[in-house]
């Protein structure tokens, strides 16, 4: 099973913002893979689905962003799912816009969202080496 987890801001005027480029992913990846993201439990809204031909639940942090951890670690211990099977999407003021960066391990830089995520997993790097 792989969680993956977008980061955003709940009120509607970051809807439409760089800011909740995460939300924004995970909005997309529900609508095409019929995902229904009509839950609400552990500060979250989610749903689960196949992606790939692999178990996902998909959630959107709703404790704002800067305590995104909060919520994803509440899923993760739920579910039991691996450090190494969390994928984290979240805007990078750093990258030019509309440029991705995919990493396996680092800090959590000058962003507050991933500080969050990174102090409740007590992690910085993926645990398979």
Not at 25 to 54: P, T
Not at 59 to 87: C, H, R, W
Not at 92 to 114: F, L, T, V
Request: proline residues 2%; charged residues 25%; without cysteine.
């Amino acid at each position: 099973m792989y969680l993956l987890v977008g980061l955003g801001n709940p009120e509607n005027e970051y809807s439409k913002t760089r800011h909740n480029m995460g939300f924004d992913v995970i909005n997309k990846l529900a609508s095409k893979y019929d995902i229904d993201m009509n839950r609400k439990k552990f500060n979250s809204i989610y749903g689960d689905g196949i992606i790939a031909n692999k178990k996902v639940i998909l959630i959107k942090p709703q404790t704002f962003m800067n305590l995104s951890g909060i919520a994803l670690k509440a899923v993760k211990d739920f579910y039991k799912i691996p450090k190494e099977n969390i994928l984290v999407v979240y805007d990078d003021m750093d990258i030019e816009s509309g440029k991705i960066k995919i990493r396996k391990q680092g800090s959590a830089g000058s962003h507050n969202g991933m500080k969050s995520v990174v102090n409740r997993l007590k992690t910085t790097r993926n645990t398979t080496n």
